[in-house]
């Protein structure tokens, strides 16, 4: 199954959302250093995603910069993008089998440099790339034919190759990754029903440890005092980042219908933003985006932060400002949406399809 699988409830409650937003604009093409990339998934059966972007000052955005640059579309949902040094990858996941890829394009210019296709890429989840060096990440499903979430792998992609040059196996459908210190943090797929988070080492990309949770983990990140956050089911754990020991343990309510999605650290990693959902009897999903200190015991979710359900939630870490993704439809173009970290409005900015979350670069 794909990401979007897990979202296309969200159209139903957002359709009736209006917004009164900026029209997109197209930008100045080969100048895309400083500036702010939305990842639009796109509709599935349509792979109509794209990367978006726009400069921080603007709120306008050229809303499909590979389309602009090389003449022709991704061909698929747009999972995710990183970059390293002067390459991005552009994770593609097509809705037929055998169509995924990893696309490899210069981050300056995006100019199509290679494409690491299936086998060697089958549905594309998430890329992180290792500093300082060439090394990049991405977590894979696999073929996963008949949704047993059995075939997923990181593949260990090096960028100064543009080749795969390792799978390593990780059952359950491998998704959200982290990576701090020498190690990368990998969380599972709800739907794969995994409840190992797995650590790699990077020095050797072996499998170091797997730590066990009662429900299906997701690695958020790295804190301020150097502590791993991981979403288990309704509650936010935090843990020792060397010996794997939980140190707190924080609930996100008590009802466990809901769900937490789009867990991101703010700008000095001191505070957690997230959406909290639930699907209601007609499959409508709803929910509103909370907030806690990394220091706190309890969290607050019967007062929102925002009153808002989205679909994607970024930080900027040089400006601090949130940026969260509103997906009207999975039919129409959806919004970048700014808010100042007291929950206040700045503006929106009109994006793709279904954007799911946000890159910087400075």
């Known amino acids: 199954m794909k990401k979007q699988l897990t979202n296309v ?3 139903t409650a957002l359709s009736a959302l209006a917004w009164s937003c900026n029209q997109s604009d197209p930008v100045v093409k080969g100048d895309y250093i400083n500036g702010v990339f939305a990842i639009n998934e796109g509709n599935f059966q ?6 978006s972007f726009f400069k921080r000052e603007q709120n306008t955005a050229q809303a499909d910069v590979y389309l602009g640059v090389n003449g022709t579309t991704l061909k698929g ?7 390293s040094g002067g390459s991005g ?4 996941d097509n809705d037929k089998a055998g169509l995924d890829k990893a696309e490899i394009v210069d981050a300056n210019t995006f100019a199509k440099i290679a494409t690491i296709a299936s086998p060697d890429i089958d549905n594309p989840r998430e890329v992180v790339v290792l500093p300082n060096s060439s090394k990049a990440y991405i977590s894979c499903w696999g073929t996963n034919a008949d949704f047993t979430y059995k075939t997923g792998y990181i593949a260990v992609i090096d960028l100064s190759t543009n080749k795969l ?8 459908g491998p998704e959200n990754l982290v990576i701090n210190n020498g190690k990368l943090f990998v969380g599972t797929y709800s739907y794969g029903g995994g409840k190992n988070l797995t650590v790699i080492n990077t020095a050797t990309d072996e499998v170091l440890k ?3 949770f009662a429900s299906v983990p997701s690695p958020i990140g790295i804190d301020a005092n150097g502590k791993l956050w991981v979403n288990s089911g309704i509650e936010a754990i935090r843990l020792n980042a060397d010996t794997y020991a939980v140190e707190a343990t924080l609930k996100l309510g008590t009802n466990a219908s809901k769900y937490v999605s789009s867990a991101v650290f703010s700008s000095d990693l001191k505070t957690i ?3 909290l959902a639930y699907d209601d009897a007609n499959y409508v999903t709803h929910g509103e985006t909370y907030k806690f200190a990394i220091t706190d015991t309890q969290v607050n979710v ?7 359900l989205f679909t994607g939630l970024s930080v900027d870490p040089s400006q601090g400002l949130i940026y969260a993704g509103l997906s009207p439809s999975y039919g129409q173009s959806g919004y970048a949406i700014r808010y100042r970290t007291d929950g206040s409005l700045v503006d929106s900015i009109k994006v793709g399809i279904a954007p799911t979350g946000f890159v910087f670069r400075q």
Do not use: C
């Open 9 to 11: 409830v969200l159209a």
């Open 46 to 51: 349509q792979n109509n995603g794209a990367v």
């Open 77 to 83: 949902g747009v999972q995710g993008y990183a970059v």
């Open 89 to 92: 990858i552009i994770l593609v």
């Open 165 to 172: 040059v390792k799978k390593i196996t990780i059952a359950s």
């Open 210 to 212: 797997t730590v066990s």
């Open 273 to 275: 933003f997230f959406v």
């Open 302 to 308: 019967t007062t929102p932060f925002i009153k808002r």
